[in-house]
């Protein structure tokens, strides 16, 4: 039985949710309507994310600790995907712009998803079309995993008809950690450029 792109984007949800539930045992997360809530799944218990050092595109070496003190948007994606990504990060440059002078206080992180592919240079000279601050990261196989695994992100390669040779199925929801490097909040891939710079307004008002 062969599925269709849109099935097999549903199926990856699902799957994402299932391993965010796994991932985060214990945890309870809340979408609370009213002032001061957020648009995105919020984490009742927040928690430090990963300390796992990989390759930026600007040529240094990082971890997602490395940003204290701003608000991170983190998405996991990859360089020849051919639509959740570029969305998500011209999404992602709709914020920085909303934001005006508190953009300055964001950093956009993409992890990718691709790093047989996704060399540092490529992250950079791709990402250089959304944002000029915004920021890759690659590294080897088991270190992308643990990121990813401590996100609850899955993804998964499959053959395709592309030119490509193949393609990445992947949790298209992104992360904001906030300024303590604490991962707080959940983004649904449905949620606008508005809805996001509100749930970022809402950590950047936050110590």
Known sequence: MRFSRRQLILVAGVGALALLLASFAGW????????????????DSPREVPAVTLQGSDGQLH?????????VLVYFGYTTCPDA???TLGKF????????E???DVQVVMVTVDPQRDTAERLREYLAMYGE???????????????????????????SNSALGYLVEHTTASFI?????RLRILAPYDLTAEQLAQDVRYLLRQD
């Open 102 to 104: 508190q953009a300055a």
């Open 28 to 43: 309870w997360w809340r979408s609370a309507p009213g002032a001061g809530s957020v648009n995105g799944l919020a984490f």
């Open 93 to 100: 440059a709709r914020v920085k712009a909303a934001l005006g």
């Open 63 to 71: 971890s997602l600790r490395d940003f204290q003190g701003k608000v």
């Open 85 to 87: 990504c570029p969305m």
């Open 177 to 181: 950690v906030d300024r303590q490097g």
């Open 133 to 159: 601050d915004f920021l890759g990261l690659t590294g080897d196989v088991v270190a992308i995993q643990e990121v990813a695994t401590a996100f609850g992100v899955y993804y998964s390669t499959y053959e």
